[in-house]
């Protein structure tokens, strides 16, 4: 097992978890219509469904909690945040929104018009359904890179930027709204964007004077690697990282459930003031007032606090190696995985794990599914349920190119033992991968159908 840096924090609180016996679990997914967004919390012993939300705040950030100001207008906790949000982000204008979704829905309400084309190195898919909402396209234009699973290219998460010049010559700057680079590229693996890559789109955005936008949720996951590979800023500060990031930027969404460190918050900031009157007015339409936007006082301190905290070089390098441990622990047990591994998640590649189960039978669900069986994991699919769709034209289905299952990890929350049952759970679904069937959609929402779809084996086959 490769050596671990130990972790530079210590742990205060601790809360119990619990794994059912291999019956109780069995009937908790059926009853959840197989699906892990269905299950209750409390029924999980170890929970990498997302990052997002799930972090260990820090003693100074429950201390900070103590001194929220709960004035409907201008409380303190405004303009510590506004301070943080200066200082780290060199940006003058934002407001707060209760989470990355109600930044998006903001702006993109206030920027779109049906018909637009809102280009991103890869949306999210709150991002792609904020923006569909207004009846406009969200583009993805990644790096070729990004689809071999196995090369260790450095920056996956990188925008095409030759695409990226010929659209938006082809299609016109007035049918584009905003271009949008994500970091670190969640639904790409959480792969980074290197900084000649972010400088290279917002140079195309400038030139035709497109405002570019950082969807910024992992931002200082994404500033540590460009520190660790990219060439000329190994002995550069991660402050000094971000503020040339930043540099080359006209606004960002933030979910701070992510690198703000936070249990919930979020902000939209732009350096526009005419656009931050816009986005301001209808902030308080859907959110709030201007200084409190959807959020506590204490919300706001905590992640002022947060937006600071993860900013530390011991915090990211124990948040990289953590990772790794994991990634390299599933390898070990040869379990298929996207290389080289981000910092908030692993992926394994589901299409490489149970290569018997056909896409239009949800490989990745079987995975993620098998996760709980049998070891009361929950991680969540990235690929055919989350993204397949009919073609609009032709009716045919359309499979996303990647058929992946996350494992993502809560920030400061779980242990190396812990890590080590997960890669062991992963490993014994290689181990039994013949035996294993797919899935089939019994019910499903038409927009983010995963997070409430039910499903259920296919015995035999699906089509029967
Ligand atoms: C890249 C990216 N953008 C936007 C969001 C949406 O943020 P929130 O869940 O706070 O609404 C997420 C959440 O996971 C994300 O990973």
């Given at each position: 097992?490769?050596?671990?840096?130990?972790?530079?924090?210590?742990?205060?609180?601790?809360?119990?978890?619990r794994l059912h016996p291999p019956e109780v679990r069995e009937s908790k997914i059926k009853e959840a219509?197989y699906?892990v967004?269905?299950l209750s919390?409390?029924d999980v012993f170890?929970?990498?469904?997302?990052?997002?939300?799930?972090?260990?705040?820090?003693?100074?950030?429950?201390?900070?909690?103590?001194?929220?100001?709960?004035?409907?207008?201008?409380?303190?906790?405004?303009?510590?945040?506004?301070?943080?949000?200066?200082?780290?982000?060199?940006?003058?204008?934002?407001?707060?929104?209760?989470?990355?979704?109600?930044?998006?829905?903001?702006?993109?309400?206030?920027?779109?018009?049906?018909?637009?084309?809102?280009?991103?190195?890869?949306?999210?898919?709150?991002?792609?359904?904020?923006?569909?909402?207004?009846?406009?396209?969200?583009?993805?234009?990644?790096?070729?890179?990004?689809?071999?699973?196995?090369?260790?290219?450095?920056?996956?998460?990188?925008?095409?930027?030759?695409?990226?010049?010929?659209?938006?010559?082809?299609?016109?700057?007035?049918?584009?709204?905003?271009?949008?680079?994500?970091?670190?590229?969640?639904?790409?693996?959480?792969?980074?964007?290197?900084?000649?890559?972010?400088?290279?789109?917002?140079?195309?955005?400038?030139?035709?004077?497109?405002?570019?936008?950082?969807?910024?949720?992992?931002?200082?996951?994404?500033?540590?690697?460009?520190?660790?590979?990219?060439?000329?800023?190994?002995?550069?500060?991660?402050?000094?990282?971000?503020?040339?990031?930043?540099?080359?930027?006209?606004?960002?969404?933030?979910?701070?459930?992510?690198?703000?460190?936070?249990?919930?918050?979020?902000?939209?900031?732009?350096?526009?003031?005419?656009?931050?009157?816009?986005?301001?007015?209808?902030?308080?339409?859907?959110?709030?007032?201007?200084?409190?936007?959807?959020?506590?006082?204490?919300?706001?301190?905590?992640?002022?606090?947060?937006?600071?905290?993860?900013?530390?070089?011991?915090?990211?390098?124990?948040?990289?190696?953590?990772?790794?441990?994991?990634?390299?622990?599933?390898?070990?047990?040869?379990?298929?995985?996207?290389?080289?591994?981000?910092?908030?998640?692993?992926?394994?590649?589901?299409?490489?794990?149970?290569?018997?189960?056909?896409?239009?039978?949800?490989?990745?669900?079987?995975?993620?599914v098998e996760m709980y069986l049998r070891g009361g994991v929950r991680?969540?699919?990235?690929?055919?349920?989350?993204?397949?769709?009919?073609?609009?034209?032709?009716?045919?289905?359309?499979?996303?190119?990647?058929?992946?299952?996350?494992?993502?990890?809560?920030?400061?929350?779980?242990?190396?033992?812990?890590?080590?049952?997960?890669?062991?759970t992963?490993?014994?679904?290689?181990?039994?991968?013949?035996?294993?069937?797919?899935?089939?959609?019994?019910?499903?929402?038409?927009?983010?159908?995963?997070?409430?779809?039910?499903?259920?084996?296919?015995?035999?086959?699906?089509?029967?």
């Amino acid at each position: 097992m490769p050596r671990t840096p130990p972790e530079m924090f210590r742990i205060k609180v601790v809360e119990p978890i619990r794994l059912h016996p291999p019956e109780v679990r069995e009937s908790k997914i059926k009853e959840a219509g197989y699906n892990v967004f269905r299950l209750s919390a409390e029924d999980v012993f170890i929970d990498l469904l997302t990052d997002s939300g799930t972090t260990a705040m820090s003693a100074k950030q429950w201390g900070g909690l103590m001194m929220g100001d709960e004035s409907y207008a201008q409380c303190r906790n405004y303009f510590n945040l506004a301070d943080s949000i200066r200082d780290v982000f060199g940006f003058e204008h934002f407001v707060p929104t209760h989470q990355g979704r109600a930044a998006e829905n903001v702006l993109f309400s206030t920027i779109c018009k049906p018909g637009d084309i809102v280009i991103n190195n890869m949306h999210f898919d709150t991002t792609r359904a904020n923006v569909e909402a207004q009846g406009a396209e969200a583009r993805n234009l990644p790096a070729p890179e990004l689809f071999d699973l196995e090369s260790d290219h450095p920056f996956k998460g990188n925008m095409d930027v030759d695409k990226l010049r010929q659209t938006v010559e082809y299609v016109g700057a007035g049918h584009i709204p905003a271009i949008f680079v994500t970091i670190t590229n969640n639904s790409g693996g959480g792969q980074p964007v290197s900084m000649a890559n972010i400088r290279e789109s917002s140079i195309v955005a400038r030139e035709h004077k497109i405002p570019i936008f950082f969807d910024a949720c992992r931002f200082a996951e994404n500033a540590w690697f460009i520190k660790l590979r990219e060439e000329g800023y190994a002995d550069k500060s991660i402050q000094d990282i971000v503020t040339e990031m930043f540099s080359y930027v006209d606004g960002a969404t933030m979910s701070a459930k992510k690198d703000g460190m936070v249990n919930i918050g979020g902000f939209l900031a732009v350096r526009d003031p005419k656009l931050f009157e816009r986005v301001a007015q209808k902030l308080i339409l859907v959110e709030g007032f201007p200084s409190y936007g959807g959020l506590a006082g204490r919300d706001l301190e905590a992640m002022a606090i947060g937006l600071r905290e993860v900013l530390d070089e011991d915090y990211l390098s124990y948040r990289y190696h953590h990772t790794k441990f994991l990634a390299d622990a599933l390898q070990e047990r040869g379990v298929p995985i996207m290389t080289p591994t981000g910092a908030h998640a692993v992926y394994v590649d589901a299409k490489r794990a149970l290569p018997n189960i056909p896409r239009e039978e949800f490989p990745g669900q079987a995975f993620t599914v098998e996760m709980y069986l049998r070891g009361g994991v929950r991680v969540v699919e990235i690929g055919s349920l989350m993204f397949a769709a009919p073609d609009p034209g032709t009716g045919e289905m359309k499979f996303p190119e990647m058929e992946l299952v996350r494992l993502a990890l809560p920030r400061r929350v779980y242990t190396i033992s812990q890590l080590e049952f997960v890669a062991d759970t992963a490993g014994e679904i290689l181990e039994h991968a013949d035996e294993l069937g797919g899935y089939r959609i019994i019910s499903a929402p038409k927009v983010l159908r995963h997070f409430t779809a039910q499903l259920e084996p296919c015995i035999g086959s699906c089509d029967s």
